[in-house]
T-cell receptor, first 116, second 114 residues
Framework: GAVVSQHPSRVICKSGTSVKIECRSL??????MFWYRQFPKKSLMLMAT?????????EQGVEKDKFLINHASLTLSTLTVTSAHPEDSSFYIC????????????FGQGTRLTVV | AQSVTQLGSHVSVSEGALVLLRCNYS??????LFWYVQYPNQGLQLLLK??????LVKGINGFEAEFKKSETSFHLTKPSAHMSDAAEYFC????????????FGKGTRLSVIA
């Protein structure tokens, strides 16, 4: 099956610093990737839709200047949490859907971000 | 627009007992429906999907789900629970066209008691 690799799986950073999370589709191309945030014991909240070669589409209430998304190639999307604060601590998950007949999305392993 | 409601945030069953996790959906277009499983601190793994073919869908690990349009439901079942089934389960929906994101339910935590 299609594999999505997310890196790092866990990161601890100091308040005020920036953190970059990578999402790679290893064996397929994805013109669109999705970024979700998951709070403890909660569902996945869609943050933004990342489109290769164009600007990301952010969901209402998500600060685009804080959560920078870049989709530079058909296999890589990055999420940068800028000037991180403790309230940004969360589990971030990316997903991608292969081009063509696929109907489901494949998910990365997630990134546990802790801001101290 | 699409939405999903999962009834019961926590379900507890005995090992060997029937597993039933409920999911009702709302969709303005014919839906694609999915069940995903999540183990602690991991991503989501697809269990099964409905994409307008057979209404009874069989997935991995012995799970299956039945799409009932009249009831707008897509409940997940497994005849006999195993300890390894303990996890968080998410029902998700999306429209059947375009490259739209999945909309998730709030999840149901399944506990299996020995």
């Amino acid at each position: 099956g299609a594999v999505v690799s997310q890196h790092p799986s866990r990161v601890i950073c100091k308040s005020g610093t920036s953190v970059k999370i990578e999402c790679r589709s290893l064996d397929f191309q994805a013109t669109t990737m999705f970024w979700y945030r998951q709070f403890p014991k909660k569902s996945l909240m869609l943050m933004a839709t990342s489109n290769e070669g164009s600007k990301a589409t952010y969901e209402q209430g998500v600060e685009k200047d804080k959560f920078l998304i870049n989709h530079a190639s058909l296999t890589l999307s990055t999420l940068t949490v800028t000037s991180a604060h403790p309230e940004d601590s969360s589990f971030y998950i990316c997903s991608a859907r292969p081009q063509g007949a696929y109907t489901e999305a494949f998910f990365g392993q997630g990134t546990r971000l802790t801001v101290v | 627009a699409q939405s999903v409601t999962q009834l019961g945030s926590h379900v507890s069953v005995s090992e060997g007992a029937l597993v039933l996790l409920r999911c009702n959906y709302s969709s303005s277009v014919p839906p694609y429906l999915f069940w995903y499983v999540q183990y602690p601190n991991q991503g989501l793994q697809l269990l099964l999907k409905y994409t307008s073919a057979a209404t009874l869908v069989k997935g991995i690990n012995g799970f299956e789900a039945e799409f009932k349009k009249s009831e707008t439901s897509f409940h997940l079942t497994k005849p006999s629970a195993h300890m390894s089934d303990a996890a968080e389960y998410f029902c998700a929906v999306r429209g059947n066209s375009g490259n739209t994101p999945l909309v998730f339910g709030k999840g149901t935590r399944l506990s299996v008691i020995a």
